[in-house]
């Protein structure tokens, strides 16, 4: 779950506009694998299964700038754009990895590994 809130002074974040995305395993994958001048979107309808299905729609998009990377998530009436410089990009693109493995169940715990080649 990723949760967004835009800036309203140094270090400081208006926590009432807070934007929250959650994305699939496959998203996350498409993240991680995004090279240097790639870039992707993502859409969301956090009502798809109710009867309010359509009236929020949320997207998110990340595209390489020349400062950086850019995030840009929007609802239907609200839009914030939040620059990640490139070091901040591949330590997202880093913990977005390691929190894929652990969604996978893929944890791999070395007292099950034989680490003696002579056996």
């Known amino acids: 779950m990723l949760t967004f809130r835009p800036a309203i002074g140094e270090r400081k ?6 934007q929250l995305f959650a994305l699939s395993v496959t998203e996350v994958g498409s993240f991680i694998s995004l090279g240097p001048g790639d870039s992707c979107e993502f859409f969301h309808d956090p009502s798809i299964q109710s009867r309010d299905a359509g009236q929020v729609r949320k997207s998110l998009s990340v595209k390489p700038h020349a400062d950086g990377v850019t995030n840009n998530i929007s609802k239907i ?15 997202m693109r880093s913990a977005f990895s390691v929190c894929l493995l652990t969604q996978l169940s893929l944890h791999i715990n070395l007292k099950y590994v034989n680490m003696n080649p002579l056996i």
């Open 77 to 91: 009436t609200e839009r914030f754009t939040v620059p990640v410089t490139t070091a901040e990009f591949a330590v």
């Open 13 to 18: 974040y208006d926590s009432e506009k807070k």
